[in-house]
């Protein structure tokens, strides 16, 4: 009973950084809630094999760019203030420990499920092993890459979500090698300069969904440029902007609202689509940015939101190699339509465990050993 009730009370303390300070709750189970949107959206997309007119999530590529802005916020957090005494090799060693343990194994995922899909079509099949290597080790940098047979043109084709980490990665050393150092007011133009060029761009295309692949692989540091300068300059000005609190469940709620938005027609010749994602990300989500800062998690729900902020990742990097297989088995045409609707519902408590898995039997034990050999190389110093 002791050891029941020493779990329940850590499920009710907040985390802290390894600094010791405390994470923003809210704001870590918004992340797990911008992942699971993303999985739900591949989930279902697949199994109506992206029919427009059946797809529910339409806009959940923009969790993408929720996160981008929450890396630039948490950057700031945690980092802000340990320059200059922090080397920027220190810095980076610290954010490979972080993100490149869960790399290698979504690219791990990715290997196996190209190279073991029983669903596998002919092409895909015969694919030269060395050219499957190849990519494989990109993938294991987070490198893009040429495509593969049967996986669209995308940049990292073994693991597609695996694009964004490659971004995140950019960003991380913009920050280290200059955004740190410039004051906010240069921020804020660096902000409104992007902001203007994503509305453009994505009005031009009419959707955000654009980056993870070679024939736009330009608009990726485009969609990565202003939500995360935004969310680093979102944490300077912190104590002078409105104290929103809606809570982890209404802020959800909002994005769940926002990602399930119908799809808009062209009106005039403007494609109004890509003007709504643009303004989700230009202006809703530094708002929902804001409120999770200031929100608590509600009544009962610190440890939902502890547990969505830690598979958030893992279930964000390890999802799309096994619906790889789903992908090739809806294609098969073997099953119909309600055994496709019972086993894609299958799907999210499977991928859900795979996360945790992930998370408590690789990232963590890896971090934790990475980050010890770290601190004994400083001390050795």
């Known amino acids: 009973m002791a050891e029941i009730a020493a ?32 999985v739900l959206f591949h989930i279902q997309g697949i199994t109506v094999m992206w029919d427009g007119a059946k797809v529910v999530l339409h806009h959940a590529p923009l969790a993408v760019d929720f996160f981008f802005a929450l890396s630039g916020f948490v950057l700031g957090y945690a980092y802000d203030d ?23 194994l979504g690219a791990l995922l990715g290997l196996a499920s190209y190279l073991l899909d ?69 921020l804020a133009a660096i902000a409104v300069l992007s902001g ?22 330009w608009m990726a540091p485009v969609r990565l440029c202003f939500p995360f ?5 979102l944490f300077r000005v912190r104590d002078r902007l409105p104290r929103l609190r809606l809570g982890w469940l209404p802020l959800s709620l909002a994005m769940l609202a ?24 230009v202006l809703l989500f530094p708002a929902i940015l804001v409120a999770g800062r200031h929100s608590e998690p509600g009544r009962g729900m610190l440890w939902l939101c502890k547990a969505s902020g830690r598979i958030s990742y893992p279930i964000y990097i390890t999802h799309f190699p096994f619906l790889y297989v789903w992908m090739n ?15 894609g519902t299958a799907l999210v408590p ?23 050999w770290l601190r004994a190389g400083r001390l050795a110093r």
């Not at 340990?82 to 290698?104: C, D, K, S, Y």
């Not at 926002?258 to 990300?281: D, M, R, S």
């Not at 499977?350 to 010890?372: M, T």
Request: charged content about 15%.
């Open 118 to 186: 029983p669903f596998a079509t002919p092409a895909q099949a015969a694919t030269p092993l060395r050219a499957v290597l190849t990519a494989f080790a990109m993938c294991l940098f987070a490198l893009p890459t040429w495509s593969l047979p049967n996986r669209w043109t995308d940049t990292h084709p073994l693991n597609g979500p695996i694009w964004t980490l490659f971004q995140e990665y950019i960003g991380s050393l913009a920050y280290a090698l200059l955004l740190r150092r410039l004051p906010n007011a240069a």
């Open 7 to 38: 779990g329940a009370a850590q499920a009710e303390t907040p985390d802290r950084t390894a600094t010791g300070k405390e994470h923003f709750e809210v704001l870590d189970g918004l992340r797990g809630t911008a992942a699971l949107l993303v």
């Open 196 to 217: 203007i060029l994503l509305i453009v761009t994505a009005t031009m295309f009419g959707s955000l969904d654009q980056g993870s692949y070679w024939e736009t692989f």
């Open 258 to 281: 926002i990602t399930a938005f119908p799809t808009l027609a062209p009106i005039g010749g403007i494609k109004v689509n890509g003007l709504y994602e643009a303004l989700c990300v």
């Open 350 to 372: 499977f991928l859900l465990l795979v996360a945790w898995a992930a998370y408590a039997g690789w990232d963590v034990p890896i971090r934790r050993r990475l980050g010890a």
């Open 229 to 233: 300068v935004t969310g680093l300059w």
């Open 82 to 104: 340990r320059w200059p005494r922090m080397p920027t090799g220190h810095f980076l060693a610290l954010r490979l420990i972080r993100l490149h343990p869960l790399v290698v």
């Open 329 to 343: 088995f809806v294609a098969t045409g073997r099953a119909s339509t309600g055994e496709l609707l019972a086993i």
